[in-house]
């Protein structure tokens, strides 16, 4: 071996150790406090800032025999470094920004948390204490007053800072946890951030599913409380709506090939099309590498923001199994300046930044005077002024600032609050006694008080930021993983998630921008069980979600066969589906053409008794009455005549309304009319009591109050719960029957019930009176007509319970013409047959009553009304009336 080989070997050597140097001293702070011109004095705060840079702990040995030190970081993250960058450049820009804060330079101090609690736990103690050792409780530092931590990064590093700094109302303000167990403020009061609740995003995953038809999905989540959360409210939210889940698997968060090849395993096994994977970028990388190994494709991914543009998963190679991938990215924005600032980074201003330096290959090692291969480049000696834009990582790549936007904007809270801190007028601040707070001694929770309140636009964009419980809006942008020309994937936006917005304007989705795995347009099917074909019928598999169901053959007398739609049935083949029959009573088919023949002929005759009372207006008989009542009975038994018409044809709205109103009404008035009348024959039966303050107008009054009653009930029910058509497809499976839905049972019984009091009442003024003399037998026609007014509607009930379809409506419509014809003979056919056959039984004294004698005897006999009644076919017998003077 040559001069030159051993020493190039030697060189390596020594870089080797050099960067496991720097590894090991990666977890002091990076401190850099602005240096202040000496002509100037300005006041100055640290800003604290935890970032993982690296990815995770180094093993340690383990030894218990000497000083135990603090572990050391491996893997260098280049993405997360372009964080740490973009906060140092948000600071230096506010720092010379005469608009704010033009008073204060504000400084920083930067941990790495090794995407670790324990590292993040021992850089807040760290913090808190202004020392290099993390001294729990105490705090010897005597610099700048400490404003606020902008960190830790995941959302279990935050958990965990996040109840020490809550300890001491200190504020922090995350840039990149999204559990929603952190939006809980008993037990985070000081916690903030800058990036969406994962509430919004686990809502938006599940609508994305169901607004694509996915039934049948599979869940990978991280071993931490960003998956566990994520995933928990994501499948809260999908099974409700009858999604299931083919399967459920955790990433293990340290290195473990089993279970990596467990997960493998299930995925290849699943017929799930469609995973769901809440995790970030370092905790996938190990499955998607396994994954790639075993040639895994056909598999549409929904990915969280904390991969979906992680240049870490898009590696090289990930096209087949990854195109296709939809996901959620917090918004974006372009942040002028930043690229130009990352590039020119000094590779010698601190531990963190020549790691870097070295990582990627960049910065000559200056231990021996020799061309040494690195990263690629040429032989040659580095200087430390290569240029970094010739680097083809995620540190430069500017195209996808989300998260990176999201730090620059908690720098900006933080900056705004400690403005309005700064500039609160006394007497008018925020504190006892309208008190502010002095920014070179202010406490903590002080400064939580401006934070939690702020509210300002961001430069540039002109985003407005505000805090609604430590949470700003969540809203997504949805990208699609899709092939470009040079065969890398690109990142499309094809829609955008706002959780703030109504329900139904939350989601917008280009479906025709979308391209799928392999190159497909249509998107994937991803169900456990296709639907059953015709002829076959579900069967459930014992212990499977309901998603997963045998398709069986039919039996001849299956019920429920085919999956047909509502207005379907099967055919008698069960391989088809046919529509169902429609049937209502129609005008046209014999049975409603009957009816309305009859409904016809009844209005014509109780309109030619009308005609009739009027031509004989002025006799005995006809004024016996009151005439006004008589002719009202008379309207009322047409319309409960016509009304029965309505009841046939298909079901409208306007006649499903009418039919049971004006049946409702015509019943009111009828009974009505009638119990005045009956209580009139009582007034002439009993005179000298009720004859002495019921007068005919008063009676008059009664009968339009009592339908008046009725009136407003039945307004009342329109208004609030009219009746309205229904298709009825439980009566009978292969009809759909047409029929009207009253609307409200309560009503309907209501409105009925009074018709029944009023039933009631004139049955027992008709019952009272026809014990009267023989002269007013004429209540004895209408007892009887109400008698068969009561066996009609009771003998209906039975009747109508038992039928169905087309016949209910035919058995309420004869109920309606057996009641209004009864009524209509028994009151007005003796009437009648007493004005046309015989005229000489129309005289004034035999429509006067008859005194009864002290003794209680008969004076006489006479025919009376009621044989006019019963036998409308003999003549009345003449008898001798006494002359009496009148009363």
Known sequence: MGFSSVCIELSRLIFSFKVSFIILNSTYSLLNLYKLPKDVEKKR?????????????????????KLPVSSGCAGFNFRTFRWTQTMLFAINEINQREDLLPNTDLGYVIYDSCFTISKAVEGTLTYLTGQDEAVPNYRCG???PLATLVGAGGSDLSIATARILGLYHFPQVS?????????????????LRTIPNDLHQSQAMAQLVLHFGWTWVGTIAADDDYGKYGIKDFKEQVEEAGVCISFSETLPKVSSPEAIQSIVQTVVESTAKIIVVFSSDVDLSPLISELLRHNVTNRTWIASEAWVTSALINQPGVNSLLSGTLGFGVKKADIPGLQRHLLDLDPYADALTEEFWET????DIHVVNLSISVR???YGLCTGRESVAQLNNTYSDVSQLRITYSVYKAVYAVAHALHNLEHCEDGKGPFVGGSCAN???????????YVKNVRYKMPNTGEEIYFEDGDIEGFYDIINWQISDNGEISYVTVGHYNGSAAAEEKMHIRNESIVWNNEELEPPRSVCSENCEPGTRKGIRQGEPVCCFDC????????????CTGDDWSNDAHDACVPKIIEFLAFGEPLGITLIVISAFGALVTIAVGVVLVMHIGTPLVKANDALLSFLLLLSLVVTFLCSIVFLGEPQNWSCMTSQVALALGFALCLSCIMEIKNDLLILGYPGSLSDFLYPRHQRAIAAVATLIQAVACTVWLIILPPHPVKNTAAQNVKIILECDEGSVVFICCIFAYDILLALLAFIFAFTARKLEDHFSEAKSMTFGMLVFFIVWISFVPAYLSTRGKFMVAVQIFAILA???GLLTCIFLPKCYILLVKPERNKEELMKPRPKPKDGSSTGTSASLATAATDVNASFASTAIDDQPEN
């Open 45 to 65: 705060v640290v800003i604290g800032g935890m970032f993982p840079v690296h990815m995770s702990v180094a093993s340690s040995d383990g030894n218990t025999s």
């Open 142 to 144: 005597n610099g700048p």
């Open 175 to 191: 840039y990149c946890s999204t559990c929603s167990a952190l939006n809980n403020k008993f037990q985070f009061p000081t916690f």
């Open 360 to 363: 990627v290959g960049l910065k």
């Open 376 to 378: 690629g480049l040429p």
């Open 439 to 449: 920014i070179t001694n202010f406490e903590p929770w002080q400064l939580m008080y």
């Open 552 to 563: 069986i053959p039919c039996a001849d007398d299956a019920r429920e066969c085919i999956l």
């Open 819 to 821: 009641s209004s014809f």
